[in-house]
Every structure is written in structure tokens, then in C-alpha cells.
């Protein structure tokens, strides 16, 4: 796993010490070694963890001719087969990295030839010296990160936004269209990130820039299609699809763990892996604790499990490094046990399987009809799925305007357009509510319904309202939150983690599951439970998703953390985003037990946490180094 930057432009004369700044800031992605080229208007430069042919594979890697060169972060999984057909067709290697199949492979299929071969995660840059083009590519899914900026003649791209602010043509400004969005989302929910004209490459993209023209476009998305297998033959599909990505997703010349909670994904991904080293992590607190239960599941096994306890004191302390390392404020409480989850694991091991993509994938959500506790209402529920689909919309209205009663709500969304009520799994703000708290200048943004009919807009004729919303969030809530945090959090850590649910021959399989086979009135997740069985005791398969639970109710309701927020929310420089009277009642409320706000006041906490790292202390890294504890149980 390594970090990339680079930049085009012409106004810089000595561009060493500039390339060599920005790569500074991303060191944690690659504290092994470094690397850089700086021809005519260009530099690029690379940060490198070795993984695979640790002694070798430097990069900037170049062809035979030295007139173009590579720079890489990922893993690409089926590279020796490629390598070896690369060879018969000619092409001399110097390393045994997957990195330089990337670019023989780009000389002898092109761009797009490349991309469809290829299996793995990734973000590369390929630099053509002679005619000066760019061209680079984002993996299927997003799972490593790539941003730009082009402006004013300075074109620049990288890993992580922080290195940007070390080029001194980049003109750092907050995107005030951002912050509604993100109230309601928990995350940096539009195209354009919190930095004004920085933007993601989407996920399945790739670009090319030359001459200053930048063109962007697509090479792959997921189309849900449904196949006419039986489920016991979905089960086996499962199974092998997803033994194969575990052994694929374990190549490497450095040792390989496994991060291990007490849900089903984590724990089939180990079970199949049988690392030597699991991790597992609780907070000093029993209002939740999945250690005992990983740990468990790794006695079964047969498996060395380190469980680590984070205390409030240490929590609250790393959050204004965790938003250091995410680049934009990101409110999802799960970044804090993954931060230190990573930071424990990194004592062990270097490369870290995980379970993230799951859930998107083969339908793990409880939004997607699984929500109600009622077996009777889910039963009926899944009985109103099979009506026609004018049948379910009329009676989804009808059932919109009732007077309440229990059930009415799943029913209601069991039977109604995914566009008109599903934004994805994270909700925090309404709308309304958001903009009741922003200052106006800050009201004015995409509205909620315009962000996710970006997604909607490719899925319109899907007659399946759950494959709508999986679409959804594979688009939204995955590859913004989830698998974000996931780069981040790790590689603050010096961590590769890998996702091998996130595969691109196992999200083949997934996309054409009939949804029957993975909801039903017994279960989420249902086809993909059952496959588990056949690496996990059974009350493993069937235990239900708790995600990475965080006490934030706690934390909030001690004297010294309220205090410690209270004395945030009321600084002269939170006025200029938010109404300060509404938003100190609001946390005041929730001390004093009269509402339960946790995750709005988290969420306004998390932003003005992270505008303090990157607009008042000018984006320089909090120097604090919050610890994790063993535990001795």
C-alpha cells in the first residue's frame, strides 16, 4: 500500500522541494521508502509500504524505453497471470510487482484493455515524458482514494488532499455547499469534497489530462441482473466466490491478519483466512463489548485473538487526529474503534483482511426490510414485495397517509419507490432540520433528493426497489464513508486493509442474486448466512449486525466531555456556520437527559473539530499519539 502525488504546472521552477513536501504529509502511507520524477512542467511522486517484492519494486517504475512510468497504491491480484502473458508478448519486467504490470499492460491493451483484465484495488497515474499526457484510473469500487484540482494552469493530484496544501498554487478555500449535506449524510456526501474545486475521480473512473484539458469516464459500474440459479447452488457460488477472493486477497511477502468482531462478515472472511493473528476492540464501557464474543469465535478456530479496550479519555483524544487523517470531517462514530483496531494490529502485521462491502452487496442493511421486530410484519411484508409494481406504489400511498400504527412504516417501505424515502444508511439531520441550524449562507446547496437521484437516475427502470437502494449505497454511503474510513484509518496506521467482499468477480456473483434469496422473514443477509455455515458455527452465521458500536452516549453524558463540546460549540468562530444558541441548547438538552441528539451534536462536533485541523491550525497534524490497551481477560 503506498501514497501518489503529482502536479502539472508551469509557475513553479524548482518543483523537487514542492513534490518532495507533499509527499512528506502522506508519509504514513508509506514509511518504507520514497520516490519522485520531475520532467519539464511535471513532478509526480510516490510513498511506498512494501508489500510485494519488498527489496525491488521502487517506484516511479519505467518501461523499457524510459519514455513512460507508473506511479501505484493498491494491490493487484491477478497480476502474475497477466505478468506472464505480458511476457510472451514481449515486454521486459525489472521488478515482480504488480505495479509494473500496470504499465506494460497499458501499452499493449490501452486504458480500458487494462481496466477489464485487471482485479484488485487501486489508484494509479501513468506519465507518457514525451508527449507530457496523464492518464489514470480509480478502482471498480472506490476503494482507494484519488482527488484533483485544476485550476489557473495548476493541475494536482494525490492519495489525500493534506499534501495539496504544500503546493503553493493551490488555493485552499472551505466549499460552504458542502456542510448541509453532510449534517444530513454524516459524510462529505457531494462530488466536490469540503475544499473548494478539489474533487473526487469517482469510483470505476478513470481520466486524462494533456495540454490542460482534463476528460473523465467511466469503465465499469454494477448492474444488478438476476440469475436463474436454485439457492442451494447460490450458496456453493458464494462460497467458492468468496474462498477464492480470501486467497487472492492473502498474497503477500508480509505477514497477513484479520480484523475479527462478532458479525458474520468479519468472521467468514477469518474462518476461510485462519490467520495466525486476529484483533478485536471494546470500549471501557458495558453499554456495548463484541471483544468476548471475537474472542470466542478465535478460541473455536483456533486462532490468537489481541483484544484491545479503548478508554473515553483516549477516544475523545484521537479525534482531532482522525480528522486529520480523513481529509474531510467525517461523522461516522465507527472511525474511532477502527482508528485504534488498525493502530493495534499494526504491532503485528502490516496487511489486515476486513468485512467491509458486505452489507451493500448481499443486502445486510435493515432499511433494506428487515427493520421491524414483528415476525407477522415482516412475514406480510415480504407477501406485498411479489404485488405488481402499480399495485405496491398505490398501496404504498395509501399507506403514507394513514394514522400511524405498529408495522405502517415497514410496511410503507416495503411497498414504496426506493427514491421516495431511501437517502441511504446514514441519516442524522433531516433536510429541514439542517438547514434550521446552518447560518444562510450555508443553506444553499444540492438538496437531499438531487444527490441521490444521481444514483436513482441509472437504476429508474429497475423493477427490484431493494436493488435501487443496494445501487444507492454502494454509491453513496460505501464508497464515501465506509471503504473511506476504512484507506484512512488504516493507513494512518501504516496498515494495508484489504477487503476481499469488495472483489470484482465476487460482486459479479452478488449482482445477480435474486433479492428472495437475501431477504426474507427470517433474515437479512440470508443467502450469504447460510454460505457461512459452512466455515462458522452456525450461531455465528445467524448473529445480527452490530457494526462497530461506540458509546458516544456516554462519552457525551460524562461533566468532562460536555464541558470540553460546550466550550467548542460557544468559540466567536462556530457562529459563522451555525446558529450557536440552537446547537448549545440542543447539547444541553441531551446532558440534561431531555432529548437524544447524540448523533447531530457528534456530527457538529466532528466539523468544527476538523475545520480547527485544517482552517485555523492550517491543516498541521495534531501532536498527540492516543494509546490502546490490552486486554488482560
Same mark, same amino acid.
Given at each position: ?457 441509472? &437504476?429508474?427502470?429497475?423493477? %427490484?426497489?431493494? @436493488?435501487?437502494?443496494?445501487? *444507492? /449505497? ?5 464508497? !464515501? +464513508? ?91 468562530? &462556530?457562529?459563522?456556520?451555525? %446558529?450557536?444558541? @440552537?446547537?448549545?441548547?440542543? *447539547? /444541553? ?5 431531555? !432529548? +437524544? ?37
Amino acid at each position: 500500500m503506498c501514497g501518489i502525488v503529482g502536479f502539472v504546472d508551469k509557475k513553479i521552477a524548482d518543483k523537487k522541494p514542492v513534490i518532495e513536501a507533499m509527499m512528506e504529509t502522506i508519509k504514513h502511507r508509506g514509511p518504507n521508502s520514497s520516490g519522485e520524477l520531475v520532467n519539464g512542467d511535471t513532478a509526480l511522486g510516490f510513498r511506498r509500504l512494501s508489500i510485494i517484492d519488498i527489496n525491488i519494486g521502487m517506484q516511479p517504475i519505467y518501461n523499457e524505453e524510459k519514455d513512460k512510468a507508473v506511479i501505484f497504491n493498491g494491490e493487484i491480484y491477478n497480476y502474475q497471470p497477466i505478468r506472464k502473458e505480458l511476457i510472451e508478448y514481449g515486454h521486459t519486467f525489472t521488478t515482480e510487482t504488480d505495479t509494473e504490470v500496470l504499465l506494460h499492460g497499458y501499452e499493449e491493451w490501452g486504458m480500458e484493455g487494462l481496466l477489464n483484465r485487471i482485479r484488485g484495488m487501486f489508484a494509479f497515474v501513468i506519465y507518457d515524458l514525451k508527449s507530457g499526457e496523464i492518464t489514470g484510473a480509480r478502482d471498480f469500487f472506490g476503494i482507494k482514494p484519488l482527488y484533483y484540482y485544476n485550476r489557473n494552469g495548476t493541475f494536482i493530484f494525490g492519495s489525500e488532499i493534506k499534501s495539496f496544501l504544500k503546493q503553493p498554487n493551490f488555493v485552499k478555500e472551505l466549499n460552504k455547499e458542502a456542510l448541509k449535506p453532510y449534517l444530513t449524510f454524516q459524510y462529505s456526501a457531494l462530488n466536490e469534497t469540503f475544499f473548494k474545486n478539489v474533487f473526487r475521480i469517482p469510483e470505476g473512473h478513470y481520466f486524462t489530462f494533456k495540454d490542460g484539458k482534463l476528460r473523465i469516464k467511466k469503465y465499469w459500474d454494477v448492474e444488478f441482473k438476476e440469475n436463474h440459479l436454485s439457492f442451494e447452488e447460490t450458496v456453493e457460488k458464494i462460497d467458492e466466490a468468496l474462498r477464492e477472493s480470501v486467497k487472492a486477497h492473502e498474497i503477500a511477502d508480509v505477514p497477513v491478519g484479520s480484523l475479527l468482531s462478532s458479525g458474520v462478515d468479519s468472521s467468514y472472511i477469518t474462518a476461510i483466512s485462519k490467520p495466525q493473528h486476529t484483533y478485536s476492540i471494546d470500549f471501557d464501557t458495558s453499554t456495548y463489548e463484541e471483544g468476548s464474543a471475537a474472542r470466542l469465535l478465535a478460541d473455536k478456530l483456533g486462532l490468537e485473538n489481541t483484544r484491545g479496550i479503548v478508554t473515553a479519555d483516549e477516544a475523545m483524544k484521537s479525534i482531532p487526529l482522525i480528522q486529520y487523517y480523513m481529509d474531510e470531517p467525517d461523522s461516522n462514530p465507527s472511525c474511532v474503534p477502527l482508528y485504534f483496531l488498525t493502530k493495534l494490529a499494526s504491532r503485528d502485521v502490516t496487511v489486515i483482511l476486513s468485512g467491509e462491502g458486505a452489507d451493500e452487496l448481499f443486502a445486510g442493511y435493515a432499511n433494506y426490510g428487515y427493520h421491524s421486530h414483528s415476525k407477522t410484519v415482516r412475514v406480510i411484508a415480504q407477501e406485498l414485495k411479489k404485488l405488481p409494481k402499480g399495485a405496491r406504489y398505490k398501496l404504498a400511498h395509501g399507506l403514507k397517509k394513514m394514522p400511524n400504527f405498529p408495522g405502517r412504516l415497514h410496511l410503507y417501505e416495503s411497498t414504496a419507490k426506493a427514491e421516495e424515502f431511501f437517502i441511504g444508511q446514514a441519516k442524522v439531520f433531516s433536510e429541514q432540520e439542517a438547514a434550521a441550524v446552518v447560518k444562510p449562507e450555508f443553506e444553499k446547496s444540492r438538496s437531499v433528493k438531487d444527490i441521490v437521484m444521481r444514483s436513482y437516475r441509472k &437504476v429508474a427502470d429497475y423493477p %427490484d426497489e431493494v @436493488k435501487k437502494m443496494q445501487y *444507492l /449505497d454502494l454509491h453513496q454511503f460505501m464508497a !464515501n +464513508d465506509i471503504i473511506l474510513k476504512a484507506d484512512r484509518m488504516s493507513m494512518a496506521n501504516s496498515m494495508e486493509l484489504r477487503v476481499p467482499f469488495l472483489d470484482k468477480k465476487v460482486a459479479e456473483l452478488a449482482e445477480t442474486i435474486p433479492t428472495k434469496y437475501l431477504l426474507n422473514s427470517k433474515d437479512s443477509k440470508y443467502a450469504l448466512r447460510v454460505a457461512a455455515e459452512r466455515a462458522l458455527p452456525k450461531e455465528w452465521a445467524k448473529r445480527e449486525k452490530l457494526g462497530f458500536p461506540v458509546p458516544i452516549r456516554d462519552w457525551i453524558h460524562t461533566e468532562k466531555v460536555y464541558k470540553e463540546m460546550h466550550e467548542l460549540f460557544s468559540q466567536d468562530f &462556530v457562529n459563522e456556520f451555525f %446558529d450557536q444558541d @440552537k446547537i448549545l441548547a440542543m *447539547l /444541553d438538552g441531551f446532558y440534561n437527559g431531555e !432529548n +437524544d441528539d447524540r448523533r447531530k451534536i457528534w456530527t457538529i462536533y466532528t466539523f468544527l473539530i476538523w475545520y480547527t485541523v485544517y482552517f485555523i491550525d492550517d491543516g498541521k497534524k495534531p501532536d498527540i499519539d492516543p494509546q490502546v490497551k490490552l486486554s488482560r481477560a
